[in-house]
């Protein structure tokens, strides 16, 4: 991960033994922050994982309002959060938006959890 830090090896009257790995920094901390809460709704995770398992990743609008339940609109607003976040991208076709996945976009996510 970027911008981390390394604790000193030892910290004046601390009684454990320091970290041996690097941990998040603060500005890390706050990016990470946001890209989980992004996925911290359960229709945000929903549709991310039926575009991901799209042909190609890559869904259209039309086909992500009937598996959740929700309307255009609101599935629009969904997928304008998990964009902002930066695990999708959007393409128009015609009348119609095609959301995809961005290639590597849940390593980050990914990396982080399997330190924890």
């Known amino acids: ?20 790995r690097k941990t998040l920094g603060a500005k890390d901390a706050e990016s990470m922050a946001a890209a989980l809460k992004a996925l911290s709704d359960p229709t945000r995770l929903r549709l991310l994982s039926i575009v991901a398992a799209a042909a190609g ?14 309307s255009q609109p609101t599935v629009s607003h969904h997928l304008k959060i998990l ?29 982080l959890l399997a330190t924890v």
């Open 57 to 70: 990743q890559e869904a259209c609008v039309c086909d992500l309002t009937g598996p959740v339940g929700l």
């Open 83 to 111: 964009m902002d976040a930066g695990y999708l991208t959007r393409t128009k076709r015609g009348t119609w938006a095609y959301y995809a996945l961005v290639p590597g976009a849940l390593d980050r996510v990914s990396q």
């Open 1 to 20: 991960m970027r911008n981390t830090e390394l604790l000193p090896a030892t910290v004046a009257g601390s009684c454990c033994a320091p970290p041996m």
